[in-house]
């Protein structure tokens, strides 16, 4: 049972473009939905995070979009940079709980210069 | 910069042999969380502690693994009789306790 399901499995944009990468869960006790950011080689790092009293939170070039009712969420990569490929999970969890995060399968995101 | 430190970086092993990877949390986080990574996927619980205390094991930790955290401090995730099907990527997290969950760069597993 996938609880967080990620899409597209890969995405590939030209340079100044926007990204989009949608998740959708399934586990109503979720509270906390962040989206991580991983290089090659390195560990995954938060790089904005949402919870589920806000519809949409923005922080520079990223914003969230959230959607309670229909469970999905979504990153908005403005302005895309060469230095945004990496591969981008999003996450979830309930914070009441074990805090343990439920990962999707990741998208590998191309920025083409 | 104290982030969560991982060793070794890279282990590589034949099969039926034992193997350990140590994690250094940040300190002051009382929680620790091991995950592993398979190419192209995302990363899967394992397990996690709250000080010294193992609060929740996943089922994909099956009796070759063992993971302790003596005193709080630093864990171990130790794997016996490695199979071929344990190479993967294998990640600590801790926690402040503010959602946000702090990474390692991982220690790599490949069972030859």
């Known amino acids: 049972q996938q609880q967080v399901k990620q899409s597209p499995q890969s995405l590939i944009v030209q340079k100044g473009g926007i990204s989009i990468i949608n998740c959708a869960y399934e586990n109503t006790a979720f509270d906390y939905f962040p989206w991580y950011q991983q290089f090659p080689g390195k560990g995954p790092a938060l790089l904005i995070a949402i919870r589920p009293d806000v519809s949409e939170k923005k922080e520079g070039r990223f914003t969230i979009s959230f959607n309670k009712s229909a469970k999905q969420f979504s990153l908005h990569i403005m302005d895309s940079q060469p230095g945004d490929s990496a591969t981008y999970f999003c996450a979830a969890s309930n914070q009441g709980g074990s805090e343990k995060l439920v990962f999707g399968k990741g998208t590998k995101l191309t920025v083409n210069p | 910069d104290t982030g969560v430190s991982q060793n070794p970086r890279h282990k590589i092993t034949k099969r039926g042999q034992n193997v350990t990877f140590r994690c250094d949390p940040i300190s002051e986080h009382n929680r620790l969380y091991w995950y592993r990574q398979t190419l192209g996927q995302g990363p899967e619980f394992l397990t996690y502690?709250?000080?010294?205390?193992?609060?929740?094991k996943s089922r994909l930790l099956s009796d070759r693994f063992s993971a302790e955290r003596p005193k709080g401090s630093f864990s171990t995730l130790e794997i016996q009789r490695t199979e071929q099907g344990d190479s993967a990527m294998y990640l600590c997290a801790s926690t402040p306790r503010t959602g946000e969950l702090f990474f390692g760069e991982g220690s790599r597993l490949t069972v030859l």
């Open positions: 502690f709250q000080n010294e205390a193992q609060l929740e």
